[in-house]
């Protein structure tokens, strides 16, 4: 299971996004199931919105709550009450609650690999860098072929 973040759900979702190629390549990549939280839905639609996406909100929003682009997981009471600790814990980072209701949900469910552009995943230690990958994989790393487009 990898589990995706805001950043990537965004950056696969609009196609004028610097990182939408690299979402896109992971993501067509990928083999393993993916999982979001309802926290992360909240920003993504949140953001797509603010942006002037509410179409895309919408059509995104009703995919991921059928269930037909990642299971859904829903966060729990114990589940805010740790990622509290951590929040309080750890602030001299950047992380949002958010991220660290992630991290803690990650844990939970023994999660190792995130989908993220953002650098918060990357200090937890468990991601997985769509972006990294693509220029491992492409000959040329600044050429995105058609089809990821």
């Known amino acids: 299971?990898?589990?995706?973040?805001?950043?990537?759900?965004?950056?696969?979702?609009v196609p004028k996004d610097p990182n939408h190629a690299a979402a896109k390549?992971?993501?067509?990549?990928?083999?393993?199931?993916?999982v979001t939280s309802d926290y992360v839905i909240d920003e993504l639609l949140?953001?797509?919105?603010?942006?002037?996406?509410?179409?895309?909100?919408?059509e995104v929003g009703n995919a991921l709550f059928a269930g037909e682009i990642a299971q859904v997981e829903w966060v729990s009471k114990a589940d805010v009450e740790q990622a509290w600790e951590i929040f309080d814990k750890y602030r001299d980072k950047d992380w949002s609650f958010t991220d660290c209701v992630s991290l803690v949900m990650m844990q939970r469910l023994r999660i190792t690999?995130?989908?993220?552009?953002?650098?918060?995943?990357?200090?937890?230690?468990?991601?997985?860098?769509?972006?990294?990958?693509?220029?491992?994989?492409?000959?040329?790393?600044?050429?995105?072929?058609?089809?990821?487009?």
């Not at 390549?25 to 993916?34: N, P, R």
């Open 46 to 58: 949140t953001l797509l919105k603010a942006r002037g996406n509410v179409e895309r909100a919408v």
């Open 113 to 149: 690999k995130a989908f993220a552009f953002d650098q918060h995943f990357r200090q937890f230690g468990t991601v997985t860098s769509a972006r990294k990958a693509y220029c491992r994989a492409s000959s040329d790393p600044f050429r995105v072929p058609s089809k990821h487009l």
């Open 25 to 34: 390549w992971f993501d067509d990549q990928a083999h393993d199931e993916f």
């Open 1 to 13: 299971m990898i589990f995706v973040d805001t950043s990537a759900w965004f950056s696969r979702y």
